[in-house]
């Protein structure tokens, strides 16, 4: 089933405004991870924040987890021409009892225009 | 170099003509995924694999098939193909030993079924 759910579902900023990008799910999580996607392409692993973690910081990138109300926010700033892409968050659960589960949601479609 | 390969890139065929998508990873991954994606769903699970000689459904597993005979392979296999799992094919692994998590996805494979 569809875990995460991002919103919204289609961003267009101008280049150097922040962008900000939600993510909510529904049940309990081990770790939660944005991925970037590029048209048609891989995706690429952007940044991992685990449940009992609250902010974290990467370059342009800063995630955020609120596990009381079950949502994470991607924020980029400085925005550029390159980061228009989609992103993906996805939810990680792992039982340790040989089952681990990688949830993505829909995606956020970020336009970037310089 | 570390990476996910997916063979072939670009498929198209017809119905019930069985086909294997392969999937090799060069990292020593215990864990590996296959997805689909699909414009308005995002990526969805088909199976996914802990190790060698496990493996278990996802959310989307009707019409496929996987094995997990060595470690660096993982198989997506559709023994009868239909029109509806035209779609774009990714394969993913991750290290689940030593927690990292973060999964590497393979360049996808576009699939076309007439």
């Known amino acids: 089933s569809q875990q995460g759910e991002e919103d919204p579902q289609a961003l267009s900023i101008q280049e150097g405004e922040n962008a900000t990008m939600n993510c909510s799910y529904k049940?309990?999580?081990?770790?939660l991870q944005w991925y970037r996607q590029n048209s048609g392409r891989g995706l690429v692993h952007l940044i991992l924040i685990r449940s009992n973690e609250r902010e974290k910081h990467s370059g342009r990138l800063r995630v955020t987890l609120d596990t009381s109300k079950k949502s994470s926010s991607l924020l980029i700033t400085a925005s550029r021409a390159a980061d228009t892409a989609s992103y993906f968050c996805?939810?990680?659960?792992?039982?340790?009892?040989?089952?681990?589960?990688?949830?993505f949601g829909k995606g956020t479609k970020l336009s970037v225009i310089p | 170099e570390a990476q996910v390969t997916q063979n072939p890139r670009y498929l198209i065929t017809v119905t019930g003509k069985k086909l294997t998508v392969t999937c090799s990873q060069n990292?020593?991954?215990?864990?590996m995924s296959w997805y689909r994606q699909d414009p308005g769903l995002g990526l969805r699970q088909i199976y996914y694999s802990m190790n060698v000689e496990v493996t278990d459904k996802g959310d989307v597993p009707e019409g496929y098939k996987v094995s997990r005979k060595e470690k660096r392979n993982f198989p997506l296999i559709l023994e009868s193909p239909s029109p509806n799992q035209t779609s774009l094919y990714f394969c993913?692994?991750?290290?689940?030993?030593?927690?990292?998590?973060?999964?590497?996805f393979g360049p996808g494979t576009r699939l076309t079924v007439t």
């Open positions: 993913a692994s991750t290290s689940i030993g030593r927690a990292s998590y973060e999964q590497y």
């Open positions: 049940t309990s999580i081990n770790n």
């Open positions: 990292m020593n991954h215990e864990y």
């Open positions: 996805a939810t990680a659960l792992y039982s340790g009892a040989g089952s681990y589960q990688l949830t």
